[in-house]
């Protein structure tokens, strides 16, 4: 059996929700990824294009800083990733996550929480920041989480 980690980035707590039901259901150790300066209401406004969270979005280079470095990466064969959908991708946050560790030959499957839109373009901009990894679209999971259908998803991989 391989030993799995629910690594997440949740601005709202919406994330947050469905990183600890899938955690739970998976039987998987959890690891919140932090900024290090965390997001305020008026830097999530999607609305206002010079707010921090457009502007990172903007700019497919931006890498904002996480709070840490201490997730025991290698201790994991499999990896899901979740964050909420920005702009039909990941966060940049989720890019600074995945080049801050060596993930090679680890499984990373993505979850996300979205407002409407799928994973867009994620998976291939994601692969760019982990390339020696095998990184797959998972599930969208909103709403309410039944653990019966969180616990399948996780035993596919």
Known sequence: MSKKLVAYFSATGTTADAAKALAS??????????????????????????????????????????????????KYDTIFVGFPVWWYVAPTIINTFLESYDFSGKKIVLFATSGGSGFGRAVEYLQKSAPKAEIIEGEILNGRLDTVKLKAFADKF
């Open 25 to 74: 259901a998976a039987g998987a150790d959890i690891y919140e990824i932090k900024p290090k300066v965390p997001y305020t209401k008026d830097d999530l406004n999607w609305r206002n294009l010079k707010s921090r969270s457009s502007l990172e979005m903007k700019n497919k280079s931006s890498r904002p800083e996480t709070e840490d470095t201490n997730a025991d990466i290698a």
